[in-house]
């Protein structure tokens, strides 16, 4: 007898040789520009400056220096917002032009990939309601979350290959007076720090060469469209997404593997809201204990809302039922602002994180009572009156 996944690539090779555009292969610019021809939509195009970068079959993938449009994402604005302020402190640091907007909306990837209570006209329109949004503004989108990066990337697929969606979503933009617009790239905010890592490390004051760190690659990167996502030969002989570790070992980190390195962080959005428990026991037993056992890491490192938080807060009840826990975990963009001297709690503000910090704080130099006497004193202006909110100048005291 056959096995099933024999059966199931023949059925896919059967595929692809009726509409080889299917194929995993095939390029999607070819397929993108060829309906900007045809008149389907408008293609916001890559600024200048652009870095190229390798994808997982050999393309190559534009992602922009500047002129950038963040897409945040809600778990980091609710949970992990050091996570989006560090990526907005490394581009003032680099001198790089963005726009933080105002007018985005959220990408309803929850409906998406947890409930099932949307339809695939509705959750198309929210994605390039937002594209349409960026190109008037003249910025460029990058994605902060993992999961809005993944589920665009369906979206773009999908709207390739059916027409009748096509016009569905046009249909609905038109009655918010917006043009349908397809980004040249789908680009993911970790793959602008992979593409300036180097620019990151130049401005590098924190020694980190005495640091282990894991990482934990995010399913919604580098699964969803695997394809688009950045590999390179030099990471892993190219079997794995380069994504974060290249960024580690251009700061001087000693990057460690384990071998669940390919497992979900256990959050996984559905499980995550109908079985939390299973969610914070496989959080903890597939990842954190093996890493700790395999590998003995001071930090472990990823770029996810729902990975740094699944990971980071699943510690806490664990730690209750004595198991081998107590874990740092960070965003690359967190690490990296660390690495070029930004403040761990005015800029990181990493007091939201529940695993403890001062640790690995400490053994990198830092003296996490001074640092925290500094960011209580800038609570307690904004306590007084004195100022509305923190300016960058007083996250850069």
């Not at 945040?72 to 907005?88: A, E, L, M, R, W």
């Amino acid at each position: 007898m056959i096995p099933h996944q024999a059966i199931m690539n023949k059925a896919k090779d059967r595929k692809f040789e009726r509409n080889p555009d299917l194929a995993p292969n095939a390029d999607y610019h070819d397929l993108v520009d060829q309906l900007e021809k045809d008149g389907e939509w408008e293609v916001q195009r890559v600024p200048e400056p652009y870095i190229e970068v390798q994808t997982k079959f050999g393309r190559k993938k534009k992602i922009p220096l500047q002129t950038t449009w963040h897409h945040k994402s809600c778990g980091q604005c609710g949970h992990i917002p050091g996570y989006s302020t560090s990526v907005f402190w490394i581009n003032r640091q680099l001198g790089l032009d963005y726009h933080d907007p105002t007018d985005q909306t959220s990408c309803t990837a929850w409906n998406y990939y947890a409930s099932a209570t949307s339809n695939a006209a509705a959750q198309s329109a929210v994605a390039m309601r937002n594209f349409a949004a960026a190109d008037e503004s003249g910025y460029f989108p990058i994605i902060h979350c993992g999961t809005s990066f993944g589920h665009y990337k369906e979206t773009r697929q999908q709207l390739i290959h059916s027409e009748k969606l096509r016009h569905q979503v046009r249909d609905v933009l038109k009655m918010m007076g917006k043009k349908l617009v397809m980004p040249e790239e789908v680009v993911h905010y970790s793959e602008w720090i992979h593409a300036v890592r180097d620019k990151i490390a130049e401005r590098q004051v924190i020694d980190m060469s005495k640091i282990r760190a894991t990482i934990h690659p995010a399913c919604h990167y580098h699964k969803l469209v695997g394809e688009d996502a950045i590999f390179a030969p030099e990471i892993y002989g190219g079997q794995r997404t380069a994504i974060i570790t290249a960024t580690l070992i251009a700061l001087g980190i000693d990057v460690k593997d384990y071998s669940t390195w390919f497992d979900c962080c256990g959050f996984g959005f559905r499980h995550i809201l109908v079985s939390r428990d299973f969610s914070r026991s496989f959080a903890v037993q597939r990842k954190i204990e093996v890493m700790k056992e395999e590998a003995d890491p001071d930090i472990l490192i990823t770029h996810d809302t729902g990975c740094v938080t699944t990971l980071d807060q699943s510690q806490f009840a664990a730690k209750a039922h004595d198991r081998n826990v107590g874990l740092p975990v960070m965003s690359d963009s967190q690490l990296a602002a660390l690495a070029m001297g930004a403040h761990p709690y005015k800029v990181l503000q990493l007091h939201w994180h529940s695993t403890d910090m001062k640790p690995f704080l400490q053994k990198i130099g830092i003296d996490t009572d001074k640092a925290w006497a500094e960011f209580e004193e800038a609570v307690a202006k904004l306590r007084s009156g004195e100022k509305q909110y923190l300016t960058w100048e007083d996250c850069d005291e």
